[in-house]
């Protein structure tokens, strides 16, 4: 998921999706200069699965939590 994806979801501003990446208080990953985070880990950070429709399925530039078959 990008942060604006990571934003709504969470109801926060994009910056604020950033700062909480880099404190640590939200896992993820960067990918050279942007930041890339997993449903999984939004889900988690919500209590909610992964499944849950509350976590936006795949859609343009999210990152999947599935290794590449």
């Given at each position: 998921m ?9 109801r ?11 404190r ?5 990953y ?13 889900a ?25 078959a």
């Open positions: 990008t942060p604006a994806e990571v934003a709504q979801v969470l926060l501003s994009v910056s604020g999706v950033r700062t909480l990446a880099k640590g208080e939200l896992t993820g960067r990918v050279g200069r942007e930041w890339r985070f997993l449903r999984r880990d939004i988690q950070l919500l209590g909610l699965t992964a499944a849950d429709p509350a976590v936006p399925q795949q859609g343009p530039g999210a990152c999947s939590d599935r290794a590449p």
